[in-house]
Each structure stands twice: as structure tokens, then as C-alpha cells.
């Protein structure tokens, strides 16, 4: 499925930043399988899932649904979710002859969800950093039919992403992602009606539930080796805001109570309850010390409290309403993981952030997130210059770059010593320069600029803060915040210094 809608995407976002992730879910809408793809994806789809046959009672062969409800399993407006019923394959290419009755319900999902890098919203790019609801982020797409038994409903979508106050200025590239993501679907649709034809509709059922299974069991050995007990940890969005995690871990089950994190933001560092399940999944897939399908099994042994608080903003039906989620959905829930593994003693803080930068003007938007240092460990010292943790996606090649955008890549080197010292040092982070050769309107939403910096475990030392930076054409300097959104003129140089992981034990303690 990866395969096909990489091949067949046509955004830069899609087709070379890897900003995509596909699985395979039961008929309840529980995860079963994925590709190797984005975490911070993968485990709130299942969410979106449940909510589209939650509110479908009647689904037919050829019918294909698109979301990006955030506050229905959605992460946030960007990243679109294509999802795909899949039949018995006896009804499969007669949908329009059948009564829906006959049709049954469906034996699997398939699902995609791709960042689509302009959905409107106020900036160009789809990730205002001043958001302070969601509908100022783009365009609300919630339980749209866009195949309904095989008679496609592209021109509707087109018309929904055309309107409202901020409608997308890229639509023909929305559609043809879309497109992309609906293939992706019908292929993994077809590959898992081969297995039903091999083996059976019940075999295969029977050995999803298996791999989910396996998933339960794997944790709780994982888990057996901490003591029972109470593990809690907090840590900070640089606006002060805390984010606490007590858990309370037994060899059969592990409760994880946010009681204590900081209230709903008037910023868009939101993150919804979603997004927490999928740092949750992440964090306890890490945990297991085998190759596995991450998938819902994981969660089967786990409780989860969740009052209302910046991870659980209450849902409206008015987007103007809801509480803004850009940002939280790739720097909250970077956060979260942090205090997860923080509380469980793991690893020390890795950077933190994704370090979003958006830029463009009425006829397009880029987006890409910035790798940096990775936090070490009591095996192993901190990974340089990666993606980590919830985004696993790739930075756009240099020819690519230059060659689709009126920017020019300056530099793009590591940022030596920026990770924290220890026995095991934390990795260091990233420069990455960009002069801008055009006027653009330009946005970046990062954190870990301070003044809570990636810590450290065992007395190892935490990683060096990020920094964000733009000189002007004449030279003048201006330093920009965790959250910035400015225009650029040609000769202005943007640069991005990402932060460091943090180290583990202090090196007196080693000698």
C-alpha cells in the first residue's frame, strides 16, 4: 500500500518527505497491521476508523470515506484519512446491482492518512502558528463520502476544499493525493481479498486476531521487567505548560493518569485524545524488544485517564468553536513521549519537536519537519541528525528542493555538541540555513527553544536547546520564538538550529 500511493502521489510532501502511513484494520476498526511509516499516525487512526462505521450504519462494496476531523480520530487538518470498507469478494464489482442488505458487513479496513501540505487555513502551509481554533486552520472535511458503490464524488470534494473563509490554495494537488491514497487502499483491499480466497475469510480473521494477541502478550513480558509500582514524570512546553504522567504498572495491566497536565491553550499546542493514545502505543511498542506489527493489541492490558486538559480539549460541532490542534498533534505529542519515557526511565529526552517550517504564498505551501539529536540510553548513546519518535518521515532531497521552491539550501550540516554529555551522549541536532529567492509568507512551529531543554537520565547531562534565526538581506538579525510566522523578501536566510538529545549518567559516576 505504501508502495502504491508513494508511486502515485504527486506532492513533494507525499512523494518525497514520506509524510504518509498506511494499515490494515479489523471490522470493528482495530489496528492490525501497518507499514513502517508515522507514528504519530498509525496509532490515532483506528480512532477515525471506529468513527466513520460509527456513523455509517449502512456500507457498500465501492464505497471509499475521507476525514480529517481531529476531533474524531483525526491528528489535525493536514492529514487527510482515505478509508476503505473491503468486501467479501463475492459482492466485489456488483455493488450497484446489490441491495445493501445483501452487501453484509465489511471483513476489513483499509486505511491511509497523508499530511497534505496545503489544506487553506490562515497561512499558507496549513500550519498557522497563532491558530486559536480550528477553523482557522483549513478546510474540515468529516465523514465525507467520496466513493459511494463506486460512482465517485471527486467534484464534490473539490467544492468542500473551495470553500469556507480559508479555502486550499492547492486544490488539484489535494485531489490528486487523494487519488493516490484511494489506490493506495484498493491495493492492500485486493492483496487482502487474495487471502481470503487462499485461505478463507475465517482463517484470516482468525490469525489477525492472532497478531493481535501476540501484541498483548509481548507487552506484558515487556512490562515484567519493572517493578510494580508507581512511575510518574513531568515535563514542560515552553510555555510553562506541564504535561504529568503517572503510571501504575502491575504485571497484567498498566493504568497511565495525565491528572495534573495543564488546561485546554488558547494556542493551537492542543493535542486530542487520539494523538495521546498514539504517543502511548508508540512509547509501549518501544518497550517491546521484538520485531512486531504495531497494532492494537498493544493497548488491550492499558488504561488510560484522561481528563480534560490541553490532551483532551472538549469536541464542538462548530469548528470556530473547537480548540485549535496544529501543533499539537507534532509538538505535544512529541512531549508526551518524553514524559512517558521519562517516568519509565528509559531514555533521556530526545529533541522534542519537530521543528514544522511552512512557507509559500496564494498558489502554494511546503512543509517540512526538521530532524535533530536523539536521546541516549543505558546501551547505547543518542542517534544525530533523525527524525525521532512520532514523525518518521524523510527531509526533502536538495535538487528537489531548490528546483520545485524559490529557495536555495545554504546549509545543512550537524550541529556538533548539541547533545547532552554523558557515559552514553545524547545526539546532537541540526543547522539547516534557507535564503529565499521570491516573497513568501513564512511560518515555523517548533519547541525546546526554551527554557526546558531535552533532560537528561541518570545525571547525564540534557541536550543543547533549539534556536530559530533570520537575517535579513542587509544584514540585520532578527531571533524568532518557538512559534513565528513573518514575510521573507529575496536575500533573507532563515536558520534552524534543532536541539540536541539528552546523555545518559554523568561521566563521575563512570570513573
Excluded at 501540505?117 to 499558507?124: D, R
Excluded at 512543509?367 to 524523510?394: F, P, Q
Excluded at 527531509?395 to 547533545?419: A, N, Q
Aim: charged content about 20%.
Amino acid at each position: 500500500m505504501g508502495i502504491a500511493l508513494r508511486n502515485t502521489a504527486i506532492s513533494v510532501n507525499v512523494k518525497e518527505r514520506l509524510d504518509f502511513s498506511c494499515a490494515i484494520f479489523t471490522a470493528r476498526g482495530e489496528l492490525v497491521v501497518n507499514a513502517p511509516h508515522v507514528p504519530v499516525h498509525l496509532g490515532a487512526m483506528g480512532e477515525t476508523v471506529r468513527h466513520i462505521i460509527a456513523d455509517n450504519s449502512t456500507m457498500q462494496p465501492g464505497d471509499v470515506f475521507v476525514s480529517n476531523d481531529p476531533y474524531r480520530g483525526g491528528s489535525h487538518l493536514p492529514d487527510v484519512t482515505i478509508i476503505t470498507p473491503v468486501f467479501d469478494a463475492q459482492y466485489v464489482g456488483n455493488a450497484r446491482s446489490l441491495p445493501a442488505v445483501a452487501c453484509g458487513v465489511p471483513l476489513f479496513f483499509t486505511a491511509s492518512r497523508a499530511h497534505h501540505a496545503e489544506i487553506g487555513g490562515m497561512t499558507p502551509g496549513s500550519m498557522p502558528p497563532f491558530s486559536q481554533n480550528l477553523a482557522e486552520e483549513g478546510v474540515l472535511i468529516r465523514n465525507f463520502k467520496l466513493i459511494d458503490a463506486g460512482r465517485p464524488r471527486f467534484e464534490e470534494l473539490q467544492a468542500l476544499l473551495d470553500s469556507g473563509h480559508y479555502p486550499s490554495r492547492a486544490i488539484e494537488d489535494n485531489l490528486a493525493d487523494v487519488a493516490a491514497q484511494v489506490a493506495a487502499n484498493h491495493q492492500g483491499a485486493v492483496q487482502l481479498l487474495s487471502l481470503v480466497g487462499r485461505y478463507g475469510r475465517e482463517a484470516v480473521a482468525a490469525y489477525m486476531a492472532h497478531l493481535q494477541q501476540a501484541a498483548e502478550q509481548k507487552l506484558r513480558l515487556a512490562l515484567a521487567r519493572f517493578s510494580a509500582g508507581r512511575y510518574a514524570f513531568t515535563d514542560h512546553l515552553d510555555d510553562g505548560s506541564p504535561i504529568l504522567a503517572a503510571l501504575e504498572l502491575s504485571p497484567e495491566r498498566v493504568t497511565i493518569d495525565f491528572t495534573g497536565t495543564g488546561p485546554v491553550l488558547a494556542t493551537n499546542l492542543n493535542a486530542n485524545p487520539a494523538i495521546t493514545k498514539a504517543a502511548i502505543m508508540y512509547v509501549l511498542r518501544t518497550l517491546i524488544g521484538e520485531d512486531i506489527p504495531l497494532n492494537e493489541g498493544v493497548m488491550a492490558s492499558v488504561e488510560i485517564i484522561l481528563p480534560q486538559c490541553l490532551l483532551n480539549p472538549p469536541p464542538h460541532d462548530d469548528p470556530k468553536q473547537c480548540a485549535a490542534v496544529a501543533g499539537g498533534n507534532v509538538e505535544t505529542s512529541q512531549r508526551v513521549v518524553d514524559v512517558l519515557l521519562g517516568a519509565l526511565g528509559v531514555a533521556a529526552a530526545s529533541q522534542g519537536t519537530m521543528n514544522n517550517l511552512v512557507f509559500g504564498d496564494a498558489t502554494f505551501g511546503y512543509y517540512e519537519t526538521i530532524c535533530g539529536g536523539a536521546g541516549a540510553t543505558a546501551d547505547a548513546a543518542g542517534a544525530d541528525a533523525v527524525h525521532t519518535h512520532m514523525t518518521n518521515t524523510r527531509l526533502t532531497d536538495p535538487e528537489v528542493l531548490e528546483r520545485r521552491f524559490p529557495v536555495r539550501l545554504s546549509e545543512f550540516s550537524i550541529r556538533r555538541g548539541s547533545g547532552g554529555a554523558g557515559k552514553n551522549r545524547g545526539g546532537d541536532g541540526v543547522v539547516r540555513r534557507i535564503e529565499f529567492l521570491k516573497p513568501l509568507t513564512v511560518s515555523v512551529v517548533s519547541q525546546r527553544r526554551g527554557p526546558y531543554p531535552p533532560y537528561g537520565l541518570q545525571g547525564g547531562a540534557p541536550g543543547a536547546l533549539g534556536s530559530n534565526k533570520l537575517t535579513r538581506a542587509d544584514g540585520r538579525i532578527e531571533r524568532l520564538g518557538s512559534a513565528a510566522q513573518f514575510t521573507v523578501q529575496p536575500g533573507d536566510v532563515l536558520a534552524i538550529e534543532t536541539p540536541g538529545g539528552g546523555g545518559w549518567l554523568s561521566r563521575s559516576d563512570t570513573e
